[in-house]
């Protein structure tokens, strides 16, 4: 193979890897200036797949719909992704089905529910790693984004999002998939 052709094959091979998915180690960054919104010591943990943060009165799944619970405190598997009507309909199957760790009352959570549980001093995820675990999954940073139970007022088609990216909320279209944390109870 003459040089030109060999050059050419190593700026293609470049190309090909530089379109391929990276594999890649995440890490959290938190801004020391600003309290944490969201401190562990905020938190109950219950050892059965469920923590209530204390502020709230609110009881949470650990893991994101699709993901399994383990003894030790992780969360295994891979978060599944729903449209909005799904998600709407996840809790009242789990919830015919028996439920969750004794209870029977899981939901979707509305926008501010949800947005209870950013943590606003830290990015990349804004939420508490220490209570809800293994948010890095191969489609980072759109697994951060969690299907909410608000509609969005003028726009019938549209429903609330939060991003655990930088944790922010928006509304998207209903028909898009995202993931699914389930709540119960609160004041």
Avoid at 78 to 89: F, G, I, M, R, Y
Avoid at 90 to 97: A, D, F, R
Avoid at 140 to 150: D, E
Avoid at 152 to 166: G, L
Wanted: contains cysteine; aromatic residues 10%.
């Amino acid at each position: 193979m003459s040089p030109i052709h060999q050059r050419y094959k190593v700026l293609g091979v470049a190309i090909a890897l530089s379109m391929m998915p990276v594999s890649f180690a995440q890490a959290q960054t938190c801004k020391s200036q600003i309290p944490l919104t969201t401190p562990t010591t905020d938190f109950e943990v219950h050892n059965n797949g469920t923590v209530t943060h204390t502020p709230t009165g609110l009881m949470w799944k650990v893991c994101s719909e699709g993901q399994e619970w383990q003894s030790d405190g992780r969360c295994t598997g891979v978060a599944s992704k729903h449209n909005w009507q799904a998600a709407l309909q996840i809790p009242q199957t789990l919830n015919t089905q028996g439920g969750f760790a004794g209870h029977a009352d899981w939901r979707l959570p509305n926008v501010k529910e949800l947005n209870s549980i950013k943590e606003r001093a830290c990015a990349e995820p804004a939420i508490n790693t220490d209570v809800f675990n293994n948010m890095y999954t191969p489609d980072w940073p759109y697994a951060a984004i969690y299907w909410t139970a608000s509609p969005m007022n003028s726009d019938s088609a549209r429903s609330y999002c939060v991003s655990f990216v930088k944790g922010h909320f928006f509304d998207e279209h209903r028909s898009l998939n995202y993931r699914v944390r389930l709540v119960r109870g609160g004041r």
